[in-house]
């Protein structure tokens, strides 16, 4: 129960960061391409993995939802930036990210169970 706590806490203090520093002038071209990419994905991945660590293994379709349309939003979200460029290019490495996050957590809880 701690631990499930404590992966919900860590994906919500990602959450603030990523929308708060999302938004500074700062970002725009802060990790070149092609390892935003990268980012990107390992972003997804990693807050995927803790909210479904957080909310259990049979969250997953709400888990994919929510962060596809996270990721959909920061896209649309970033044609209000300076510097900025929405693209369905990063959304979609955010798309691999979050199937990455989920699938790595099932497997590790699938090792677990034998």
Excluded: C
């Amino acid at each position: 129960m701690a631990a499930s706590r404590l992966a919900l806490l860590a994906a919500f203090l990602l959450l603030v960061a990523y929308v708060w520093g999302n938004s500074l002038p700062e970002a725009a071209g802060l990790i070149p391409p092609p390892w935003d990419k990268l980012a990107h994905l390992a972003w997804y991945a990693t807050l995927s993995g803790l909210l479904l660590l957080g909310l259990g293994r049979r969250a997953w379709p709400w888990v994919m939802a929510g962060t596809l349309l996270l990721a959909g939003w920061d896209e649309w979200h970033q044609f209000d930036l300076p510097g900025r460029f929405p693209g369905i290019d990063d959304w979609l490495a955010d798309a691999l990210g979050v199937l990455a996050g989920v699938g790595i957590v099932w497997a590790v809880g699938l090792q677990q169970q034998r």
